[in-house]
């Protein structure tokens, strides 16, 4: 016990101050002073608005926006909205477009910035190095985001000694998948990975399928085909899922604190519902210590073979038998857990200035940036996410999509949760876990189920036994320890 950390608590102190983020504040003042920006919105959500923000609050202007569908409401720049020029596009088809540069879009342009002096911000997605001739900040490298496939990402483990589930790699229409399925299954089924071949299917399980039957692995291959090439089949393992954020500067790497994914699964379907992300969870010290060594490494390897500089993530399971990790994201992530802390500093324009080796920023020493975020982080834990509703009888009747913070308690772990509306999803504005470690999956699935969702469960829930494997095989391994404990 003494190796475990105290219990998490809302910690009422303000963080200690860190001559290291106002230097970054004030390198990205200089940076930004003056400049006039485009933002490319794909779909303008509150994380768009959130970057306008930032940028305005650097001493930069908002010259316009270039947005895949509406205009967005309240906001006073000029907008060029493809639907309303009669082009309706998919998510996946707005970068194509933006390169191909339709002609009112050129004039749009010039129009607004005659001199091609602006500078272009997207997303953590955006790929494009220019918009006709105006540089983008922050576009992500081809070379990084290659990182990001679930099979590519097996050699760079192995390269860096990180361990992960037992797995093999096939193509997808491999005769001898349910062969290997059956091989690696150690009783609770196997979970199917696509690869990027196809692009990136997107976080929150997207690219996955847990499989515990013959029936599922034939749905399984037949939903990803056409979207991959290759699969990973890798064995089921119990585990607390969890996330870990560090950042590559040309000093180092920061590595912050493993944060826990509430990652729901339903046994029912074999499907993964992400619910969101926590800080509260404080995994033991020895395990801690282990998880920042695989991913220090990770990211080292990471910046020799292809120069990253930004946050990266760590993807992964804390099991019986240690880490076990699943992907890496080579890009900012959700779930940082730094804005609660300060909402002051602008984290997204920093990850940004770092991959663009904006000088002040990317020379930062990675120790004191390491400890000034965790100290920020730890300081105020916050959970991040939004669950959407179900429907049917099991669907509450009370609260409804109602303005205004609602709160609930869930029966069994009594945890208090403030949630609100937005749009159709209940986004968690608090929640104050009472857990000896600070997970909070289990009873985020029990919130689950007040929202109508009620086949959902969290890490804990270990009561499925696969029929992939041969019989009596099954059921003798070791279980995941309740909440309240980690392995
Ligand atoms: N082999 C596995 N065994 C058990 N759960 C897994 C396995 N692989 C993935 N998962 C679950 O899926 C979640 C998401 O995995 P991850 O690799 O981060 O992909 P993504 O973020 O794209 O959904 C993990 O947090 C974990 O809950
Ligand atoms: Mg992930």
Request: charged share 20%.
């Amino acid at each position: 016990m003494t190796d475990r950390t105290p219990a998490p608590a809302a910690r009422p102190h303000l963080t200690s101050h860190h001559q290291v983020l106002d230097d970054a504040v004030e390198a990205l003042h200089r940076h930004w002073r003056g400049r006039r920006v485009f933002l490319l919105a794909n779909q303008f959500t509150h994380s768009a608005q959130l970057l306008i923000d930032e940028v305005e609050a650097c001493g930069a202007t908002l010259a316009g926006i270039i947005s895949r569908t509406h205009r967005p409401q309240d906001v006073a720049a000029p907008v060029f909205s493809f639907a309303e020029h009669g082009i309706e596009l998919a998510p996946h088809e707005f970068e194509d477009h933006l390169t191909q540069a339709p002609k009112v879009l050129r004039k749009w342009l010039d129009e607004h910035d005659a001199g091609r002096s602006c500078t272009v911000l997207g997303s953590i997605w955006t790929t494009m190095p220019r918009l006709c001739g105006r540089p983008v900040h922050g576009w992500r490298r081809h070379e990084w985001a290659a990182w990001e496939d679930k099979v590519r990402v097996e050699q760079l483990w192995a390269d860096a000694a990180v361990p992960s589930p037992r797995h093999t790699i096939v193509p997808l229409d491999a005769p001898g998948l349910y062969t290997e399925a059956a091989r690696l299954d150690g009783g609770r089924g196997v979970v199917l990975a696509m690869d990027s071949s196809r692009g990136i299917p997107g976080g929150g399980g997207r690219g996955l399928a847990w499989v515990r039957s013959r029936a599922e692995l034939d749905a399984a291959v037949a939903s990803f085909a056409g979207r991959a090439d290759r699969v990973r089949i890798a064995e089921f393992v119990p585990g607390v899922p969890c996330s870990t954020q560090a950042l590559a500067l040309d000093t180092g790497i920061a590595v912050f604190d493993p944060a826990e994914e509430a990652m729901l699964r339903h046994p029912g379907t074999g499907r993964f519902y992400y619910a969101g992300t926590s800080t509260w969870w404080r995994p033991p010290a020895p395990e801690r210590r282990t998880i920042e060594a695989y991913v220090r490494r990770t990211g080292e390897l990471l910046v020799s073979l292809t120069g990253y500089r930004g946050i990266f993530t760590v993807d992964g399971l804390l099991t019986a038998r240690g880490f076990l990790a699943t992907e890496m994201n080579p890009r900012g992530a959700g779930g940082l857990g730094f804005r609660p802390g300060r909402p002051d500093f602008p984290s997204y324009l920093f990850h940004r200035a770092a991959q663009e080796s904006v000088p002040g920023v990317v020379d930062l020493p990675a120790d004191a940036v390491q400890a000034a975020f965790r100290d920020v982080i730890a300081g105020r834990p916050s959970f991040s996410g939004a669950l959407t509703p179900g429907s049917g009888p099991a669907a509450p009747a009370e609260p409804g999509p109602a303005p205004g913070t609602h709160r609930y308690t869930t029966p069994r772990s009594r945890m208090t949760i403030d949630y609100r509306y937005e749009g159709t999803s209940a986004r968690v504005v608090e929640l104050t876990p009472t857990t000896e470690d600070g997970a909070v999956g289990p009873a985020v699935a029990e919130f689950a189920h007040f929202l109508g969702n009620p086949g959902l469960v969290g890490f804990e829930d270990d009561s499925v036994r696969s029929t992939l494997g041969p019989a009596g095989k099954h059921g003798s391994e070791p279980t995941v320890p309740a909440a309240g404990g980690t392995a």
